[in-house]
């Protein structure tokens, strides 16, 4: 599973009832610097194209927002009805309910805590390329215009979405509450949750 880098902003709202209401957004078309290229290698650069994570967000699986990418650090998920979320061409937004009994979790404390020192500052995506047997050109990488850089500028037209963490690496400046680095597939997510978003991928 990839990372993206972090962007967006993140609003969050005290309720009568001791839960958390948490607003965020994760922009589309924004270029994210992911390496300089070090001594020898070329700048890499990402962005995710308008309305990238689309099928992840009408298909029917479960998506889930967390804590730094660690599936021990849920906050809330659409399974549970406590996570929604909304696509359009300029950017994925999220509402998240934090239930009373998530809000008085350490974890929740801690990235409150974070959030409020200005150090959790971030929203990353964790996310996978689909099969090219179910999208063509999911991805694409070209040059960046010579007058700006000598980068190699990877752009993200479609991907599968598992999550959304709060982070305090962003890398894309406009996200707020992380996107990037391989890890194995989450354990919150199984075949048929794969196979549902392949069924849905394959209807482009």
């Known amino acids: 599973m990839l990372f993206a880098a972090p962007d967006g902003s993140l609003e969050v709202r005290a309720e009568s009832d001791g839960s958390r209401t948490l607003r965020g957004r994760f922009p589309y078309n924004s270029l994210a610097t992911l390496s300089d290229g070090g001594r020898r290698g070329r700048p890499r650069k990402e962005k995710f194209a308008s309305h990238a994570f689309q099928y992840s967000v009408n298909a029917e699986v ?3 927002l967390l804590v730094g990418h660690d599936w021990a650090k849920p906050l809330a998920s659409r399974a549970t009805q406590s996570l929604a979320l909304d696509d359009s061409a300029e950017a994925l937004t999220f509402e998240a309910n934090i239930a009373p009994e998530v809000a008085d979790t350490s974890h929740f404390k801690d990235a409150m805590a974070l959030l409020a020192a200005g150090l959790a500052v971030g929203i990353s ?37 598992f999550e959304l963490s709060l982070v305090t690496n962003p890398a894309y400046e406009e996200s707020s509450v992380e996107a990037r680095s391989w890890q194995p597939n989450p354990s919150g997510w199984n075949r048929r949750n794969l196979a549902a978003l392949e069924r849905a991928l394959l209807h482009l």
């Open 62 to 64: 479960d998506i889930r």
């Open 125 to 161: 995506p964790g996310f996978r390329i689909p099969p090219e047997r179910t999208v063509d050109n999911a991805e694409t990488v070209e040059e960046e215009d010579p007058s700006e850089g000598q980068a190699l500028i990877r752009t993200v037209h479609e991907a599968i979405l």
